[in-house]
């Protein structure tokens, strides 16, 4: 059952009509007061909230409602229904704990996609909590994942219980810490599975090429494009699409992209036709999008638009315990691959590699344990043969030497260089720069960019 409350009576019936016609029953309420007593009256599976009930369109009474209804039954999801002017204040709803938000006029599939979703979660198990990670494994093919780490096997859960609906997924963790194969993991637990996976790096793609990058382009569109082009929205069509790196998407290029997410639409670049995509979206970075939200460098719009599911991957470090099954994992996957049966690892280095600082994480693991075979002429893998594979034997938070070559990214070298230079000058940012190389200014930009915590010096 689900309520509708709105104070236009046109509004109303077309969206009891549309729903009946999908299996839906609803009800209906011409203001906020009215649909109180239905909530407290009847078991509903969801709520569609206009913003205004007046000539004011503020969108503060639906926000005040939004905020009773949430007193009266915190676990009712409620989607609130919006014109784009609006957008700010179902930004603001969504603080609150809104479901979603929908443009008015809204369109029939992106309303009942939206509605599925919020139900569905609503709906989820609490139970679940007490499943294994066998369990987890034999249902949901997460074999692939490894680790038993509790904070890993909570991300799992989350995994299972979310991969069902259309909800968008936004995971944070730093770099190699899996991503995208959390991204893969939700694609192939869902309904779209049969489809397509879509892969991008908005890190790399310039702002100059973004439209044609994601949206395609027609021959002649512009100097250079000579033949046509499928777009990647294009391409993920019934499928996913996962959008990597995307706090590195430049403002100009998140508004472009906003607008698809909302919407559902866009513009094949020298085509003016609009075009439809049906697709699920997740996204990935590991940047600190609240801040950037904060510091007006990421539209706070299209963060809630991206993260109705919010996954945050641990790092390496803090699960050290799932070192010794990565790197088992990694050398089953060598000996097969290098036709070499015998290989293993003693258990001496097994705990020496638990003591590591990967910053790389579980990138930079697997980068080391294949080194080390591809050198290494034994059948078992010592403490020493690792040794003479990295440059830097340091143990946890310690930055004595870097990583050898090939083991991490220049944004990863980069961060190790910066966070040892602040260990070793005591966090004196005038030395720090200094010793890099670098200004003041453009030491700050790059303490802020990684998230590495300084005190303001004079």
């Known amino acids: 059952m689900i309520l509708i409350i709105d ?26 007061e009215e649909g109180y007593a239905i909530i407290r009256e009847n078991e509903l599976q969801a709520v569609l909230l206009d913003m205004n009930f007046s000539m004011e369109t503020s969108g503060v009474e639906g926000l005040a409602a939004l905020r009773n209804i949430k007193q009266l039954k915190p676990e009712l999801p409620v989607i609130l229904m919006t014109g784009w002017a609006s957008i700010p204040i179902a930004v603001e709803g969504m603080k609150i704990g809104a479901a979603d938000f929908i443009n008015k006029p809204w369109e029939n599939q992106n309303l009942l996609e939206s509605l599925r979703t919020a139900v569905k979660l609503s709906a989820q198990d609490v139970s679940a909590g007490s499943v294994s990670r066998m369990q987890l494994n034999e249902k949901y093919g997460f074999e692939n994942i490894i680790g038993d780490d509790l904070e890993l096997q909570a991300v799992l859960k ?22 995208e194969l959390i991204a893969e993991a939700i694609h192939q637990n869902s309904s779209r599975k049969n489809k397509p996976f879509i892969k991008v790096n908005l ?48 403002l100009n290029s998140q508004v472009k992209l906003l ?20 697709v699920r979206v997740i996204c ?9 939200v904060a510091e007006k460098k990421f539209r706070e719009d299209l963060y809630y638009r991206i993260n109705l599911i919010l996954i945050n991957l641990p790092p390496l470090r803090q699960r050290a315990a799932d070192i010794p099954l990565l790197a088992n994992y990694f050398l089953n996957n060598l000996k097969v691959l290098y036709n070499r049966s015998g290989l293993k690892i003693s258990s001496a280095a097994l705990s020496w590699l ?48 870097l990583p050898a070559v090939g083991s991490m990214t220049i944004d990863e070298v980069e961060l190790s260089m910066i966070i040892k230079a602040m260990d070793h000058h005591q966090q004196n940012i005038s030395k720090v720069a200094r010793s890099l190389g670098l200004s003041r200014g453009t030491l700050y930009r790059k303490l802020e960019k990684y998230n590495i915590p300084y005190e303001a010096q004079k």
């Open 7 to 32: 104070d236009d009576i046109a509004v109303r019936t077309s969206l009891r009509i549309f729903l009946k016609h999908e299996g839906w029953s609803a009800l209906t309420a011409s203001d906020p």
């Open 158 to 179: 989350t995994i299972g219980r979310i991969s069902g609906t259309e909800a968008s997924v936004l995971i944070i963790g730093e770099s190699g810490t899996g991503k």
């Open 203 to 250: 890190g790399g793609i310039s702002s100059s090429l973004f439209e044609s990058e994601m949206f395609g382009h027609k021959r002649g569109a512009f100097t250079d494009a000579r033949n046509d082009r499928t777009g990647r929205f294009e391409m993920a069509h019934k499928g996913t699409i996962f959008l990597d790196e995307i706090g590195d998407l430049d």
């Open 259 to 278: 607008r698809v997410l909302q919407d559902r639409t866009y513009e094949v670049l020298g085509d003016s036709r609009t075009r439809t995509v049906d």
């Open 284 to 292: 990935a970075t590991n940047r600190n999008l609240k801040e950037m």
């Open 354 to 401: 638990k003591d590591l600082y990967l910053s790389g994480n579980i990138r930079e693991l697997k980068n080391i344990v294949e080194r080390t075979v591809l050198v290494s002429e034994k059948d078992t893998l010592e403490i020493k043969d690792f040794e003479y594979q990295i440059e830097s034997v340091g143990k946890q938070a310690d930055y004595k030497d």
